[in-house]
């Protein structure tokens, strides 16, 4: 348990529907990350807040939406997906985002795995 | 094109044994190396790190070796455990405090 959950842990959901993944860390970390993992692929930053604002966005198509209403919970907004899209989804959080030379370990959730039909 | 690369996508040791895992990169910019460890249906999980600026850094059963020169960094564990078996993941941190992944590792640690 390291203090990260996500819901659901599955979700399947054709191209039309509109979904929501929910982050909640339970750590008093201020910052937030959206990961996606593909198949046999490395991890893909999505997004990323720091103190509910987002700071990075690495060049996500629109259909994905995030949310951080505080610092502890994160949404992640679906709509109109495409099946490539289907991947396993991670949220982490960190104390702050790093800089300063320093590195702030990143705290995962045990993701939700989506499937776009 | 991946700026850190995981060559090996699965591993078997046997118990007891030394398992070495590899990672290599392009960017010579990173500040900072990571390790992660991922069960099945679990998130991955902060392992072991080291600084660009050493070439070693050892906790407990866990090693990291950096050769800057090579752009080549790995982790050794020994002796292995069958609680060992997991998915390992390689990341750089870049110079925007990013972590960039590689595609990992699959360890089967064989009774």
């Known amino acids: 348990e390291t203090g990260v959950t996500q819901t659901p842990r599955h979700l399947v959901m054709g191209m039309t529907n509109k979904k929501s993944l929910k982050c909640e860390q339970h750590l008093g970390h201020n910052a937030m990350y959206w990961y996606k993992q593909s198949a046999k692929k490395p991890l893909e930053l999505m997004f990323v807040y720091n103190f509910k604002e987002q700071t990075e966005n690495n060049s996500v198509p629109s259909r994905f939406s995030p949310e951080c209403p505080n610092s502890s919970h994160l949404f992640l907004h679906l709509h109109t997906l495409q099946p490539e899209d289907s991947a396993l989804y991670l949220c982490?959080?960190?104390?702050?985002?790093?800089?300063?030379?320093?590195?702030?370990?990143?705290?995962f959730g045990p993701g939700t795995r989506l499937t776009v039909l | 094109d991946q700026q850190v690369k995981q060559n090996s996508p699965s591993l078997s040791v046997q118990e007891g044994r030394i398992s070495i895992l590899n990672c290599d990169y392009t960017?010579?910019?990173?500040?900072?190396f990571l390790w992660y460890k991922k069960y099945p249906a679990e998130g991955p999980t902060f392992l072991i790190s080291?600084?660009?600026i050493k070439d070693k850094n050892e906790d407990g059963r866990f090693t990291v070796f950096l050769n800057k020169s090579a752009k080549h960094l790995s982790l050794h564990i020994v002796p292995s455990q069958p609680g060992d078996s997991a998915v390992y993941f390689c990341a750089g941190v870049d110079s925007n405090y990013q972590l960039i992944w590689g595609a990992g590792t699959k360890l089967i640690i064989k009774p």
């Open positions: 982490a959080s960190s104390r702050t985002t790093s800089g300063g030379a320093t590195y702030n370990e990143q705290f």
């Open positions: 960017n010579s910019m990173f500040d900072y």
């Open positions: 080291i600084s660009s």
